[in-house]
Nanobody
Framework: QVQLVESGGGLVQPGGSLRLSCAAS????????MGWYRQAPGKQRELVAR???????NYADSVKGRFTISRDTAKNTVFLQMNSLKSEDTAVYYC?????????WGQGTQVTVSS
């Protein structure tokens, strides 16, 4: 059974920080590209950040310099450190595990940036 379980979402003030975690089970974690996506009300789901099995990373232009994706192979966990949060970062954030033959999604965690 494949599971991706996100945690760490919540309410934070503009300029604040939040760290999301995604714990994976049921997959060979080290061979998957892991990513964070988000979906705001009325918008399509978009890629936020991605980290390959070799450690290479990609970020959406809107979060470059503010967000950092990382992975801990020993814990089968991927993280998203979010700094200098803005109201436009408000969305449901989803964890994704991708390979050439399989694609898995977590249930999502709500991030709300508001005063």
């Amino acid at each position: 059974q494949v599971q991706l379980v996100e945690s760490g979402g919540g309410l934070v003030q503009p300029g604040g920080s939040l760290r999301l975690s995604c714990a994976a089970s049921g997959i060979i974690f080290s061979i998957y590209t892991m990513g964070w996506y988000r979906q705001a009300p009325g918008k399509q789901r978009e890629l936020v950040a991605r980290i390959g099995n070799y450690g290479s990373t990609n970020y959406a232009d809107s979060v470059k310099g503010r967000f950092t994706i990382s992975r801990d192979t020993a814990k089968n966990t991927v993280f998203l450190q979010m700094n200098s949060l803005k109201s436009e970062d408000t969305a449901v954030y989803y964890c994704n595990a991708w390979s050439t033959i399989m694609n898995y999604w977590g249930q999502g965690t709500q991030v709300t940036v508001s005063s």
